[in-house]
Nanobody
Framework: QVHVAESGGGLVRAGGSLRLSCATPGRTFGTYGVDWFRQAPGHEREWLIGITWRGTNIAVAESVKGRFTISKDSAESTVYLQVDNLKVEDPAVYYC??????????WGQGTQVTVTS
């Protein structure tokens, strides 16, 4: 198993921004792609955005395109999810997941994002 740790969630007003972080303590991401998901109460888990292990290919869900940005630091020890212009539909637990291929992931525990008006 690989331990995945998210951080950076919090309480943000609508229209505000935050940056979530994802790391695998004790190691780099290696050759794993990294994806972000979210799950709001009463809703299914939703895929948001992902980046390949080399950082050369990024895919974004249409629902967050233009507002959510994924990136890696230079040491490839942290992946960031920049969330801009938060909206009322954005509150959820946000999860980082390492893509193992074949539809399987190593999951983090999630970080809560709350949006207020």
């Amino acid at each position: 198993q690989v331990h995945v740790a998210e951080s950076g969630g919090g309480l943000v007003r609508a229209g505000g921004s935050l940056r979530l972080s994802c790391a695998t303590p004790g190691r780099t991401f290696g050759t794993y792609g990294v994806d972000w998901f979210r799950q709001a109460p009463g809703h299914e888990r939703e895929w948001l955005i992902g980046i390949t292990w080399r950082g050369t290919n990024i895919a974004v869900a249409e629902s967050v395109k233009g507002r959510f940005t994924i990136s890696k630091d230079s040491a490839e020890s942290t992946v960031y999810l920049q969330v801009d212009n938060l909206k009322v539909e954005d509150p959820a637990v946000y999860y980082c997941a390492l893509d193992r291929g074949a539809g399987t992931y190593y999951w983090g525990q999630g970080t809560q994002v709350t949006v207020t008006s």
